[in-house]
T-cell receptor, first 112, second 114 residues
Framework: NAGVTQTPKFQVLKTGQSMTLQCAQD?????MYWYRQDPGMGLRLIYY???????DKGEVPNGYNVSRLNKREFSLRLESAAPSQTSVYFC???????????FGQGTRLTVV | DQQVKQNSPSLSVQEGRISILNCDYT??????FLWYKKYPAEGPTFLIS?????DKNEDGRFTVFLNKSAKHLSLHIVPSQPGDSAVYFC?????????????FGGGTRVLVKP
């Protein structure tokens, strides 16, 4: 069972470079999310998509954009990477309201 | 301002004893609570949840207690095992909020000593 798949697993960027983090789920879930994890801060929501065709800002959206390409895929784009975006990024999905979210293995991003 | 707080960043416990993890929240709209477990280099995995209509939910060695008046929940692990060594995150959600967004605490690192 693949569940939630994120690519790449590791990435190093130079300040100002752009990149897209990919996420796909094979559980037919409606909702998808992007979180970032920083030491002592837990996981903070960047953007979410409650259903195909909709996206909304989370707690820390600045510097990011998202695309819900179809029901399976939800990508996160950094247009101009900054050192403050060095973090571990997790994609997650959930079936409906009040069910637990399933997470991918994460992308460790370093911006130098 | 963090709406979900885990005030103990770490916890060390002897194998076989009880682990108690605590979590406090400030948003009175939260009515669904979850605990996640995370190993290094892996994504968080769901452990147990509780709705605000209950004050206790049990699943094997794991029990979650909810005190709504105090806006406090706790996770009990009995007995603790070395494989329970991980980071545990408390999370909360509001039923009426669109998208089932989870707000997470900062995590508690648990070390179970053999």
């Amino acid at each position: 069972n693949a569940g939630v798949t994120q690519t790449p697993k590791f990435q190093v960027l130079k300040t100002g470079q752009s990149m897209t983090l990919q996420c796909a789920q094979d559980m037919n879930h409606n909702s998808m999310y992007w979180y970032r994890q920083d030491p002592g801060m837990g996981l903070r929501l960047i953007y979410y998509s409650a259903s195909e065709g909709t996206t909304d800002k989370g707690e820390v959206p600045n510097g990011y954009n998202v695309s819900r390409l179809n029901k399976r895929e939800f990508s996160l784009r950094l247009e101009s990477a900054a050192p403050s975006q060095t973090s571990v990024y997790f994609c997650a999905s959930s079936r409906q309201e009040l069910t637990e979210a399933f997470f991918g293995q994460g992308t460790r991003l370093t911006v130098v | 301002d963090q709406q979900v707080k885990q005030n103990s960043p770490s916890l060390s416990v002897q194998e076989g004893r009880i682990s108690i993890l605590n979590c406090d929240y400030t948003n009175s709209m939260f009515d669904y609570f979850l605990w996640y477990k995370k190993y290094p280099a892996e994504g968080p995995t769901f452990l147990i949840s509780i709705s605000s209509i209950k004050d206790k939910n049990e699943d094997g060695r794991f029990t979650v207690f909810l005190n709504k008046s105090a806006k406090h929940l706790s996770l009990h692990i009995v007995p603790s095992q070395p494989g329970d060594s991980a980071v545990y995150f408390c999370a909360a959600s509001a039923i009426k909020a669109a998208g089932n967004k989870l707000t997470f605490g900062g995590g508690t690192r648990v070390l179970v000593k053999p």
